[in-house]
Every structure is written in structure tokens, then in C-alpha cells.
T-cell receptor
Framework: DTGVSQDPRHKITKRGQNVTFRCDPI?????LYWYRQTLGQGPEFLTY????????KSRLLSDRFSAERPKGSFSTLEIQRTEQGDSAMYLC??????????????FGPGTRLTVL | AQSVTQPDIHITVSEGASLELRCNYS??????LFWYVQSPGQGLQLLLK??????LVQGIKGFEAEFKRSQSSFNLRKPSVHWSDAAEYFC?????????FGQGTELSVKP
């Protein structure tokens, strides 16, 4: 039973560059979530998908951020023109929708982004 | 909007001692509550969850939590802490499908 996987685990980039992260959910899960976690804080919700449809985006998700889940399987999160404030851990989670509010989300190991 | 408060930023306990981590939530209806644990540089692992029914829920690694509606609390407990329990612990509530997390409590374990 493979869990949620994320690639890369670490990314160092220079300010202004674009970066893309990938998340592979647990295979039968239809929901996929992205969160951002900065040092000393709890994760903050960014966006989520049900199958290929993006159902909600946080106000934290500026125009520089875009997420896709083209075939309802893996997802990508792209950050354009990175800024130092984007440095954080980006966490992906997946769940099998069983009813409103009763999803259990399982998290991947995260991608640590450092913007120099 | 819902919120989750973990009043203790950092707790230190001796190995073998009991542990209680506090979590308070604000939500009008029946909350769906979770505790996750995070080791340094890692993702989050689910410890336990409460959806309904018995207010005392058992989780993995010997943890349990009790839902108290009157106190809007969902505190995490363990009767005897092991050195490997040192980590960061997050309480979360489900709001419309997404999780709202508390700030976390860092647990240190003294030998």
C-alpha cells in the first residue's frame, strides 16, 4: 500500500524563477489537497481537487500559483516568479470522499522550497 | 470561520510520564476533529480522529483523545511517553472538506 508521494523533496531556487512540484495521491483517492507550512506554524490550506475539478482555492493562492490535476490522478503545483516569502514546506494530501466533513486526509512527505 | 487553538507551543515531559496536549476549537455544529504528528522535516501522520459517537477515541502509538463539547476541547493524551514521541503535534478541524490546523505543540522528552 503506497502512500502519498511528492517530488522533489527539496528545491532551492533563485528569486524570480519558476518551480513546479508534483504529488501522486493514494491510488483510489478522488480528492487531493495542497497545503503550505511555514516554520513554526500549522499547515494552511491552498487548494483542493475532486477528481480533475478544482473545487476551492484559498486567498493565499496568489495569481503566481497554479495547480492542476489533469486526469484526476497526480497533481502539479506551479509557482511563477518565486519570491523569498514563498519559502515553505508544501504538503500534499489525499482522501476518499465518504461524506461531507468525514474525509480522512493522508499526507505526503512534503516538498521543502527555499527561495534565495 | 472555524479556528483551532493549541495553547501550549512547547511542552517537555520525562520519559515514562503521562502527557496531555490541549486543543480548543470554535465551530457551531458538530466538528470533525483530528490529531496529526509531524517529525522534523517530514509530512503529517494521522494519530486519531473524531467524527461522532463515543467521545473517547483511541489512536495509534498508544494515544487517545477525548471530545468535550461543553468545553470545545479535544485534548490528546498518552499514559506513558516514549522518547520516540518527541515531535510536533497538530490538532485540526474539518471545515467544508479542508483542514484548519492549530499552531502546533512541540513535544520534547527528557530521558
Amino acid at each position: 500500500d503506497t502512500g502519498v508521494s511528492q517530488d522533489p523533496r527539496h528545491k532551492i531556487t533563485k528569486r524570480g524563477q519558476n518551480v513546479t512540484f508534483r504529488c501522486d495521491p493514494i491510488s483510489e483517492h478522488n480528492r487531493l489537497y495542497w497545503y503550505r507550512q511555514t516554520l513554526g506554524q500549522g499547515p494552511e490550506f491552498l487548494t483542493y481537487f475532486q477528481n480533475e475539478a478544482q473545487l476551492e482555492k484559498s486567498r493565499l493562492l496568489s495569481d503566481r500559483f497554479s495547480a492542476e490535476r489533469p486526469k484526476g490522478s497526480f497533481s502539479t503545483l506551479e509557482i511563477q516568479r518565486t519570491e523569498q516569502g514563498d519559502s515553505a514546506m508544501y504538503l500534499c494530501a489525499s482522501s476518499l470522499r465518504a461524506g461531507i466533513g468525514t474525509d480522512t486526509q493522508y499526507f505526503g512527505p512534503g516538498t521543502r522550497l527555499t527561495v534565495l | 470561520a472555524q479556528s483551532v487553538t493549541q495553547p501550549d507551543i512547547h511542552i517537555t515531559v520525562s520519559e515514562g510520564a503521562s502527557l496531555e496536549l490541549r486543543c480548543n476549537y470554535s465551530y457551531g455544529a458538530t466538528p470533525y476533529l483530528f490529531w496529526y504528528v509531524q517529525s522534523p522535516g517530514q509530512g503529517l501522520q494521522l494519530l486519531l480522529k473524531y467524527f461522532s459517537g463515543d467521545t473517547l477515541v483511541q489512536g495509534i502509538k498508544g494515544f487517545e483523545a477525548e471530545f468535550k463539547r461543553s468545553q470545545s476541547s479535544f485534548n490528546l493524551r498518552k499514559p506513558s511517553v516514549h522518547w520516540s514521541d518527541a515531535a510536533e503535534y497538530f490538532c485540526a478541524v474539518n471545515q467544508g472538506g479542508k483542514l484548519i490546523f492549530g499552531q502546533g505543540t512541540e513535544l520534547s522528552v527528557k530521558p
